[in-house]
T-cell receptor, first 114, second 114 residues
């Protein structure tokens, strides 16, 4: 089925370890996003890519980097994981820079940093 | 920058009760407005969205929302809830003219007693 695919679904890291969360969409969407979801705080935007070749910071970019590898793929990297980065991470995509159509979300990655 | 406030963190209702979840946004310009739902263990799904025109918007599963510009509000309603409506509900806003990002509220958890 068409949609947004995230890998892995679950991950446990030790403090200081690095990892990359992968996201791919097959809907030919231009824009892609990374959010983190924490209890009582809703979804907060980490980084987004309005189009292939561009990336911009969101509300909470510190401790993260992103790469828009091509139109389909948008990865999120934690260089040195911290317990504060324990969260559920969602990738999303939208058809164009005008997000009036809303997002399509992936199923999420549950990350625990110990 | 835009922001979203959801007044109720947790709402508990009995089946067949009427539902209204509050949402206020802060932004001086034209906006797109959304309600997303997240069922337990799943990713976010779009319930309904407002771009322009009729301020009363109907979505899936019997939900509707009313945009009141003078109050900067976009409240979600359902006349008669079901146990299957148990979920977390997120109000969200995007600035009409900006490049591509949606800001989410902190969410309202809805529990329905059978």
């Amino acid at each position: 089925n068409a949609g947004v695919t995230q890998t892995p679904k679950f991950q446990v890291l030790k403090t200081g370890q690095s990892m990359t969360l992968q996201c791919a969409q097959d809907m030919n969407h231009n824009s892609m996003y990374w959010y983190r979801q924490d209890p009582g705080m809703g979804l907060r935007l980490i980084y987004y890519s309005a189009s292939e070749g561009t990336t911009d910071k969101g509300e909470v970019p510190n401790g993260y980097n992103v790469s828009r590898l091509n139109k389909r793929e948008f990865s999120l990297r934690l260089e040195s994981a911290a317990p504060s980065q324990t969260s559920v991470y969602f990738c999303a995509s939208s058809e164009s820079g005008d997000v009036g159509y809303g997002y399509t979300f992936g199923s999420g990655t549950r990350l625990t940093v110990v | 920058a835009q922001s979203v406030s959801q007044h109720n963190h947790h709402v508990i209702l009995s089946e067949a009760a009427s539902l209204e979840l509050g949402c206020n946004y802060s932004y001086g310009g034209t906006v797109n407005l959304f309600w997303y739902v997240q069922y337990p263990g799943q990713h976010l799904q779009l319930l309904l969205k407002y771009f322009s025109g009729d301020p009363l918007v109907k979505g899936i599963k019997g939900f509707e929302a009313e945009f009141i510009k003078s109050k900067f509000s976009f409240n979600l309603r359902k006349p008669s809830v079901q146990w299957s409506d148990t979920a977390e509900y997120f109000c969200a806003v995007s600035a009409y003219s900006s490049a591509s990002k949606i800001i989410f509220g902190s969410g309202t958890r809805l529990s329905i007693r059978p």
